[in-house]
Nanobody, 115 residues
Framework: QVQLVESGGGLVQAGESLRLSCVVSGTTFSNNAVGWYRQAPGKQRELVASITSGGDTNYADSVKGRFTISRENAKNTVYLQMNSLKPEDTAVYYC?????????WGQGTQVTVSS
């Protein structure tokens, strides 16, 4: 059974940075594309960044140039470096595998950006 454990969120001021981590277990991590998603209050969950098994990355327009996704296969971990944070980045952030049948979501990690 795949498990996803996110960490690294917190309360920061606009313009500051955070790095999120997600440890994936129960699958061959290196074979999977992985994404970071977020869900703000009252909004649908959205994909903000993804990375393929080969290391190719893609970003939502809203975070392009500010967020960087990376992976460390030896640690079964995917990261999201978030710079120049804005209040509109406030959300619960989740990671998950990018596949047709996704595993259950983890608990997520709260990111709050104050203005």
């Amino acid at each position: 059974q795949v498990q996803l454990v996110e960490s690294g969120g917190g309360l920061v001021q606009a313009g500051e940075s955070l790095r999120l981590s997600c440890v994936v277990s129960g699958t061959t991590f290196s074979n999977n594309a992985v994404g970071w998603y977020r869900q703000a209050p009252g909004k649908q969950r959205e994909l903000v960044a993804s990375i393929t098994s080969g290391g190719d990355t893609n970003y939502a327009d809203s975070v392009k140039g500010r967020f960087t996704i990376s992976r460390e296969n030896a640690k079964n971990t995917v990261y999201l470096q978030m710079n120049s944070l804005k209040p509109e980045d406030t959300a619960v952030y989740y990671c998950n595998l990018i596949r047709v049948f996704r595993p259950s979501w983890g608990q997520g990690t709260q990111v709050t950006v104050s203005s």
